[in-house]
């Protein structure tokens, strides 16, 4: 017999919250939305963002694919290490962080202290091969490695799905659930204004662009962040506080006869129970890693910003950047929304489906609104603003990242393995009208975000997570540190894995979780295997596969892996740019030749990236007469531009798409591959070298100090 106690809503929303004595019901309207103040403060916000995005739109060459998709090859250290925080830590992580931790703990955390250490793995020992193979995407590197066109297909379609599923969606959902809470619109009316915000800003800029505004919002994210975080540690007391008032943070509507709506007696420890818990310690330690080697080290949106250093001394820094920065996310939103919890108990921690769809209309939970309940209730005004702006900071700096890595993957992947002779300028409208399917799509999967894994929407990504990228993780290991592996292990390794991880995610969403207190009759598979289980079954299957399959077929040519395995990365080539060798000869060629018989400057800019926006199908050769026709083609639409409208010209400059004035200046020396991308200066190495084991002292510090 189920024995619930109800009180009155007034009533419900003050119950067991000893650090609040307003009640929320009972505050003037004012104080639940954002008020002049605040307004003036995001208006601020938008417009620095938006200078400062068009300053970097100006000064970037967005006319070439290595212009447009990796900033040029031009970033330092600390603008990739921002942009590399900024990308992973969206609006999705600010409420699906503090959602999980005011749920469950601080368990959660695992997550950012393992990225540490994988980042640590992308700059050591990923990141000198990707360089040495020139490559602009990671199903490009598999094209190379492997040969032949289905797995770098299977690949990106796989990328595009998975970007859809637990990134682009998920961010959107935070961020409208964020304005929801603020300014109390509908849910799509928030993501139809978010969209078009974003929009905008990732049809104009490049990568270069989302880099250096990424590094902005980092600054504005941490600023606004802290605040907060100082805010919520004075209403409980400090931590000691918080570790006593959490245990009895319990909502007032519950069911008397199951644990529905109590704290976790294990809430405040990383590891826990191998078998019942929610993040059992087996898990943790092998099953997280696999995924975060798949988003850390093979990850279009994360390697992307590695791959546009000046040199690998600076991407390594990036690195070690993003990793200090890293430590924060456990202290500015995890810890923070366990302090929701306690604040707004009823409300945050409902257990009664009633109740939970009063408050926030998700019968399955509430504890997502966290994070901006507190950002509501505890900061004055202004501050709300400052806030308002770290959340669209983070939403704008993770969509951004994704919506250029999606476009790169899609437009030098796919459409140009369908139309290989496609002029340049093709590709740059391609890429910007993907983006609008991808938007599209995203917004179609929001419902079944928003009911997935009880209304915790970090848990919903991580779940997702360890479906679909182990096999990927597993197949980029194989390929970068076993020469071995061949195309046929490679493609079956991941298409028998992927299927796999596909029939589980399936069983999840046809059979979810049942609302606490309910019968659970969900298939063995998914009731008693968990997710990060599933993730070590899944990779060791995969790598049996690959490995299986490779040794019982021809072994790959040692032509094909030069310069594409950790063991072969250091060998010299003959080629300029990565095959065709044909091509790379021509060009060097070309470039030899006396004064009177040299390309016009316009053709050697445009031949500048042979290998990163012309990779044919197997066995085709790119000559440098397609180079200089597609070279004519671009300038050709350039000439135009003068004879058209201003409208028309300024939406050529802001897409990138006005050739003539950039081509002019590129100079003649880009086309030689930068053969010094490798070499590290020996003072500043072993300073980098020095900062990693402070780095890697750090994790060990915080995995102990929360065991």
Not at 60 to 73: C, E, I, P, Q, S
Not at 130 to 153: C, D, H, N, S
Not at 609 to 635: F, Y
Request: contains cysteine.
């Amino acid at each position: 017999m189920e024995m619930k106690t109800k009180i009155p809503l007034a009533m419900e929303q003050t119950t067991n919250t000893p650090a609040s004595t307003v009640d929320p019901a009972q505050t003037p309207r004012a104080q639940q939305i954002l008020d002049v103040a605040d307004i003036v403060v995001l208006v601020i916000y938008l417009l620095f963002v938006l200078a400062v995005g068009l300053w970097s739109m100006h000064r970037t060459k967005r006319n070439t694919v290595k212009g447009y998709f990796l900033a040029g090859k031009n970033m330092v250290w600390w603008p990739i290490g921002a942009s590399l925080f900024a990308s992973n830590v969206g609006s999705g992580h600010f409420i699906g962080l503090a959602g999980t931790g005011a749920a469950s703990g601080i368990a959660v955390s695992a997550y950012e202290f393992n990225g540490m250490i994988i980042l640590i793995l992308l700059a050591w020992f990923f990141l000198p091969i990707y360089i040495a193979a020139e490559v602009t995407t990671m199903p490009e590197y598999l094209l190379k490695r492997f040969g032949g066109q289905r797995i770098r297909l299977f690949i990106a379609i796989l990328y595009l799905f998975i970007y859809i599923f637990t990134k682009i969606s998920v961010d959107i959902y935070a961020g409208a659930v964020f304005i929801q809470q603020a300014l109390h619109w509908n849910l799509y009316i928030a993501v139809i204004g978010l969209l078009a915000i974003t929009t905008l800003y990732t049809v104009g800029g490049g990568l270069a662009a989302v880099i250096y505004t990424d590094a902005l919002q980092t600054v504005i994210m941490l600023i606004g962040a802290l605040i907060l975080m100082g805010y919520a540690f004075v209403k409980v007391e400090g931590y000691s506080g918080l570790q006593e008032m959490y245990f009895h943070a319990i909502p007032s509507v519950r069911d008397l006869n199951t644990t529905c709506g109590l704290p976790r007696k294990d809430a405040f420890h990383i590891f826990r129970d191998p078998v019942t818990s929610d993040f059992p310690w087996p898990g943790v330690l092998i099953g997280m890693t696999i995924p975060s080697i798949w988003y850390w080290c093979t990850d279009q949106v994360i390697v992307q910003r590695s791959l546009s250093a000046k040199t690998l001394l600076h991407a390594k820094g990036g690195s070690l950047f993003a990793v200090y920065l890293k430590i924060l996310p456990v202290f500015i939103m995890v810890l923070p929304g366990m302090i929701s919890r306690v604040l707004f108990v009823d409300e945050v921690a409902c257990a009664d489906a009633d109740t939970c769809r009063r408050i926030c209309g998700n019968a399955v939970g509430c504890s997502d609104i966290a994070y901006p309940k507190l950002v509501m209730e505890l900061l004055p005004g202004g501050l709300r603003g400052l806030m308002m702006s770290v959340m669209i900071a983070a939403l704008m700096s993770s969509l951004t990242s994704i919506f250029n890595s999606a476009s790169t993957i899609f437009t030098m992947d796919v459409w140009h393995h369908i139309r290989p002779h496609c002029p340049e300028w093709e590709l740059m409208i391609v890429g910007r009208v993907f983006v609008l399917v991808l938007v599209a799509l995203s917004v179609l999967w929001i419902p079944l975000v928003q009911m997935s894994q009880g209304g915790q929407l970090f848990m919903y990504i991580q779940s997702i997570s360890s479906y679909l990228q182990p096999p990927v993780a597993v197949v980029f290991i194989a390929g970068c540190f076993w020469k071995r592996t061949n195309e046929m292990g490679a493609f079956w390794g991941l298409f028998t894995g992927i299927l796999a991880g596909c029939i589980r995610m399936a069983l999840d969403f046809i059979y979810p979780e049942p609302l606490c207190g309910h019968p659970d009759n969900r298939p063995l598979v998914t009731k008693y295997v968990h997710y990060l289980h599933f993730s070590i079954i899944l990779s060791v299957f995969t790598l049996i596969v690959v490995v299986v399959i490779s040794l019982s077929t021809k072994p790959p040519d040692p032509e094909k892996i030069r310069r594409l395995t950790w063991y072969t990365h250091f060998e010299r080539v003959d080629t300029v740019a990565g095959p065709p060798k044909e091509a790379a000869h021509k060009m060097n060629s070309t470039m030899r030749q006396p004064e009177g018989d040299k390309l016009p400057r316009e053709e050697i800019g445009n031949t500048n990236n042979i290998s990163l926006s012309t990779d044919q199908p197997e066995g085709g050769e790119l000559h440098l007469e397609e180079v200089s026709n597609k070279s004519n083609a671009s300038l050709s639409v350039a000439e135009s531009v003068k004879e058209r409208s201003k409208l028309i010209s300024f939406l050529l400059w802001f897409c990138g798409m006005n050739q003539k004035e950039e081509a002019e200046n590129t100079p003649p020396s880009e086309i030689l591959a930068n053969t010094d991308l490798l070499s590290e200066e020996p003072c500043m190495r072993n300073f980098i070298n020095a900062n990693l084991i402070v780095c890697l002292t750090a994790t060990v510090f915080l995995y102990a100090y929360f065991f």
